[in-house]
């Protein structure tokens, strides 16, 4: 397993939309071992998403509030209700806000196996998959800050 660079702040490739990843295989099991020692190198991160580290493909890793995911393709197929938020993002260190989220979300993905899995959580666990998904969409959280702290 390695530790990958982090990509920060105004780095263009934080605003590319990653691709869709066709096969799970053992390359792309070692990218997300790799992104999951990666989110384990920095004390305050909850998750990690594959362009934070370069790497322009659907993928995210969690561990967080008891869950522990490697997680390809994932997609929010329902979002219920709001919530108010206070975020971060290891690539934008320093900088936190506020933002509106939903307060629950239900998503689809693979796990590392390649099987569809399907979770639904609540509160800081949907906001941090909203946080993730936006990433991979290009989305980065100062987008969506309503308020600097």
Not at 23 to 28: K, L
Not at 36 to 65: C, K, N, P, W
């Amino acid at each position: 397993m390695a530790v990958r660079q982090l990509r920060y702040n105004n780095d263009e490739i934080l605003r590319k939309t990653c691709k869709e990843v066709p096969e799970v295989n053992d390359r792309i099991r070692t990218i997300l071992d790799d992104m999951m020692d990666t989110l384990h190198a920095y004390e305050d991160g909850a998750a990690l998403a594959a362009s934070q580290v370069g790497i322009l493909r659907r993928l995210v890793v969690i561990d967080f509030e008891g869950y522990y995911l490697k997680l390809v393709n994932p997609v929010i197929v329902e979002e219920i209700g709001e919530q108010d938020c206070v975020e971060g993002c290891l690539s934008f260190p320093g900088i936190f806000g506020e933002t509106v989220r939903p307060m629950r979300v239900k998503v689809e993905a693979l796990n590392e196996n390649g099987e569809k899995i399907n979770l639904d959580c609540k509160g800081d666990m949907a906001k941090c998959f909203c946080h993730e998904i936006d990433h991979l969409n290009g989305i980065v959280f100062t987008d969506k800050v309503t308020k600097y702290l």
